[in-house]
């Protein structure tokens, strides 16, 4: 049975490690997330699931925070599942949970997302549970539009050379 529960104090190289060993996922140093576990635990949850031996594996993570420039928002910035656990919906289960979470816990009105405009496979986790297209209600002023297979998307938002699709979901 796949669980979903906040991070625990140690488990922050466990999910640095994972996040190296999947395509497409960005592996920061390995402090940035022992900060994120240290300072964002309530908001950083890991999918579990019993082994056989009664060990507890790792699936997959979502790391998030309350977003200090979108009033009322929380920011899913990474989401990531083993590349043996994929197809088991727990990237679904994880979002899901922090859709909830979310509004419960931290009273947001909108849980958003950036996603790459070639990262496939979170455009359409996003857009399965709901989430609509809203790259142009949050780019600045100086920031240009583009399509891509037809999804607006901001043009180099992070300044990485990367265009990024602004995904949201609306709560209650």
Known sequence: MITID???????KTVWR???EIDGI?????????????HFGDSFFIAREKTRDGR????GFMLGFVSQKFNGHFFVWQIAVSPGSQGKKVGSRLLKHTVEHAGKSFDCQAVMATVE?????????????GFNIKSESYRESSQALTLHNGKQAVENYYGSGTDQIFYVKELG
């Open 56 to 59: 507890s594996e790792m699936l």
């Open 6 to 12: 906040t991070i625990g104090s140690n488990e922050y």
């Open 26 to 38: 960005v592996q920061h140093a390995e402090h940035v997330y022992k900060i994120m576990a240290d």
């Open 117 to 129: 405009t070639t990262n496939i496979g979170s455009q359409r986790l996003f857009e399965k549970l």
């Open 18 to 20: 994972l996040a190296g």
